[in-house]
């Protein structure tokens, strides 16, 4: 089993739709919670972190934690044709150093 | 804007060459890595740095090197490289704590 998983997708939305990204971990342990957008050919860029249970919203992303589930994810509103990216969930233990990273859920968003 | 720098951007390089990727932060972060990535799969960590003069090996880092002599600088070395080195490199830094990393524009090496 991967540490952090991910569907690789593609996710294909059309455009002004939700796009929901999903995200499952197996470490109990893990504390902090990352959503990075990577689009083709560049290097990842943070989008989202998220500590506690609940929601967390910034603009038209809301990302969502379930730490009894070992569940992540991201909700994409009003989904734009420039939200077309991989997204990648990583995940962190409080005093570890490593981020695992999950291998991304590729989002393609329909003009 | 980036605040962290890698170069060479790409880089085609012959087998049993010793490489260097260069990667330089200006936000005065302590903490350091380098990451590996192959297309459509999960980054993998190579090395990290908790400060100058300490690092720390990663999953994938026994054919690799690096240093830390000052913050702003982490360079990732590859003493005679291989075909099996081709992939994207990326560097990043964070703020102490659970934050996130900022990356770099990543190195494309290409080993022939």
């Known amino acids: 089993q991967k540490e952090v998983e991910q569907n690789s997708g593609p996710l294909s939305v059309p455009e002004g739709a939700i796009a929901s990204l999903n995200c499952t971990y197996s470490?109990?342990?893990?504390?902090?919670f990352f959503w990075y957008r990577q689009y083709s050919g560049k290097s990842p860029e943070l989008i989202m972190s998220i500590y506690s249970n609940g929601d967390k919203e910034d603009g038209r992303f809301t990302a969502q934690l379930n730490k009894a589930s070992q569940y992540v994810s991201l909700l994409i509103r009003d989904s734009q044709p420039s939200d077309s990216a991989t997204y990648l969930c990583a995940v962190k233990n409080t005093g570890g150093f490593k981020t695992i990273f999950g291998a991304g859920t590729r989002l393609f968003v329909k003009a | 804007e980036a605040d962290i720098y890698q170069t060479p951007r790409y880089l085609v390089i012959g087998t049993g060459k010793k490489i260097t990727l260069e990667c330089s932060q200006t936000m005065g972060h302590d903490k350091m890595y380098w990451y590996q990535q192959d297309p459509g799969m999960e980054l993998h960590l190579i090395h990290y740095?908790?400060?100058?003069?300490?690092?720390e090996k990663g999953d994938l880092s026994s054919e690799s090197t690096v240093s830390r002599i000052r913050t702003e600088h982490f360079p990732l070395t590859l003493e005679s490289a291989r075909p099996s080195h081709t992939s994207q490199y990326l560097c990043?830094?964070?703020?102490?704590?659970?934050?996130?990393?900022?990356f770099g524009s990543g190195t494309r090496l290409t080993v022939v």
């Open positions: 990043a830094s964070s703020e102490p704590g659970n934050y996130g990393y900022t």
């Open positions: 740095s908790y400060g100058v003069n300490s690092t």
């Open positions: 470490d109990r342990v893990s504390q902090s």
